[in-house]
């Protein structure tokens, strides 16, 4: 409310208007950007299908029981700290800038698209990695007990036991991660991925009009919105069960 | 004929907190022993000894000839010999009756699904739960998930079972069945060990009944003489107690 009275009595707001919100810039721009925006879809679901399978595995990974496994269980651990400390503004560089520079045959010719999504990959997979070991970590006790005391050995209990009911608990959360997993795709731009963050700097280097970076805003908020909506209507789901388990 | 289950001078201690101070207990096949004490005395722990969950700190348990306490025996075989009942069944909500029963058999044991569900509805069956096959825990009373849950230890053919508090978490009216449940099983020949609050049922079932207090067995025998003549004087007070509160 507020923001809008102060952008509409704002010395400046016949300026802002003109140059972010002209329904002529507005039809002209959404066809190139929405040309980007299909590359932010691309990027989005790439990355979130690796991070649900590579975060689960590291989850598993930090789950292993006994001293022998102790290195695996280290390495899920300081992957997890690391990716979830550095910025993803510096792993986009890192790996983007990084992995081209190293000269490898396979690793440094990939496309700017494919590091940049790498560096999406690596950082959400730590966020995710953290929903799963909570939802694990929910599970109780004494479902491990039962499911040890007929015999099934760790990862048969883990498999059948503990991670169908650890997932469906970490549902919700984990589709807020991807929630915020779509919006960062705009920051593979910084590579120079063409994606509707990058048409739409395009489109105001060419006609001195920021309108773009509004249609890419309205593109990002309409995928948004079904997966917000979906997300509650989980945990509603989940709430009601939960209520009727109780009663 | 060799003891079914043998317990050796166990000890358990978490920390400097001793839980069982040196359990010497000798099972028969087909032997009903039943194990009574306060809260905190050390019926539960000895039952988690014998199945593995807790490593005990010292001494020896020797399941059908087997020393399961040796350094490298393989658990998962040990366990699968032996069934435990847990006083909050433990059943994995996110499947079907049936399917809380023929995991162990498929997944541990490497039976078919034809031939366990097979076996699971004949034991299903034999406890009247035949109808509630395809249910989920959620939707069974109390009473119920427990019978499901002695059937899931069952479907393993265990040598022995285990039966921890098993009417305790119950609503009062939901007992009995359970306990029948118990009482067939103790006539068709099951080896059991029972940790148990229902003196009248422990009177009834049991071949012997021990006393536990702080961690020992301080007093055993048939039940008729521990319940009617106890020797011991912890054994005596407990016995008073519970016939205080009227449930004996």
């Known amino acids: 409310m507020l923001v809008g009275v102060l952008a509409v009595l704002a010395p400046g707001s016949q300026k802002v208007q003109q140059v972010f919100f002209s329904p002529h810039h507005f039809a002209k721009s959404a066809g190139p950007v929405w040309h980007g925006f299909v590359i932010n879809i691309k990027i989005m679901v790439v990355a979130e299908i690796v991070v649900l399978v590579l975060a689960l595995g590291i989850a598993i990974l930090r789950g292993l029981p006994g001293p022998a ?151 990002f908020v309409l995928l948004t919105i079904p997966l917000a909506r979906f997300t509650d209507w989980l945990i509603r789901r989940d709430q009601r069960k939960t209520r009727a388990a109780a009663g | 004929m060799s003891d079914a289950l043998a317990l050796e001078g166990v000890r358990k201690s978490y920390g400097a907190n001793e839980v069982l101070g040196g359990i010497d207990l000798a099972v028969a096949p087909h032997e009903v022993v039943c194990l009574i004490g306060a809260s905190g005395s050390g019926k539960s722990t000895l039952l988690k000894c014998v199945n593995l969950i807790e490593p005990v700190t010292s001494g020896r348990i020797v399941v059908d000839g087997e020393e399961i306490t040796a350094r490298g025996v393989d658990v998962n075989r040990i366990r699968r010999k032996i069934g435990i009942v847990f006083q909050a069944f433990n059943l994995f909500p996110h499947m079907t009756v049936i399917d809380n029963i023929t995991l162990g058999p498929r997944k541990a044991l490497g039976v078919g699904r034809a031939e366990a569900n097979r076996a699971a509805e004949e034991l299903l069956e034999r406890f009247g739960l035949a109808e509630k096959r395809l249910e989920y825990p959620d939707r069974l009373s109390g009473g119920q998930q427990q019978r499901a849950a002695i059937v899931r230890a069952l479907a393993m053919k265990p040598k022995l079972m285990l039966l921890d508090e098993v009417t305790s978490a119950l609503d009062p009216e939901l007992v009995g069945g359970v306990l029948e449940v118990i009482r067939e099983l103790a006539e068709s020949g099951m080896t059991m060990v029972i940790a148990t609050h229902e003196m009248g049922f422990a009177r009834d079932i049991a071949n012997r009944v021990c006393f536990l207090d702080a961690g020992l067995i301080l007093e055993e025998g048939p039940p008729a003489r521990i319940f009617e003549s106890p020797e011991n004087p912890r054994t005596q007070q407990f016995l008073q107690r519970i016939l205080e509160a009227g449930r004996l």
């Open chain 1, 69 to 219: 496994a102790f290195p695996l269980r280290a390495l899920a651990v300081v992957y997890t700290d690391v990716f979830r400390g550095i910025p993803l503004i510096l792993v986009v560089f890192i790996v983007g800038l990084g992995l081209p520079g190293l000269q490898l045959r396979f690793v440094s010719t990939q496309s700017v698209f494919v590091y940049g999504t790498i560096a999406l990959i690596l950082v959400y997979s730590a966020y995710v990695t953290e929903v799963y070991r909570a939802g694990i970590e929910s599970v109780h006790a004494s479902q491990v007990a039962a499911a040890r005391s007929l015999g099934l050995t760790h990862w048969q209990t883990q498999r059948h036991v503990v991670l169908p009911q650890a997932v469906r608990r970490v549902i919700p959360p984990l589709l807020n991660d991807f929630i915020g997993l779509q919006k960062d795709t705009a920051l593979v731009s910084l590579l120079g991925v063409v994606e509707s963050a990058r048409e739409a700097q395009d489109y105001a280097a060419t006609y001195f009009n920021f309108t773009g970076y509004v249609v890419a805003a309205v593109y």
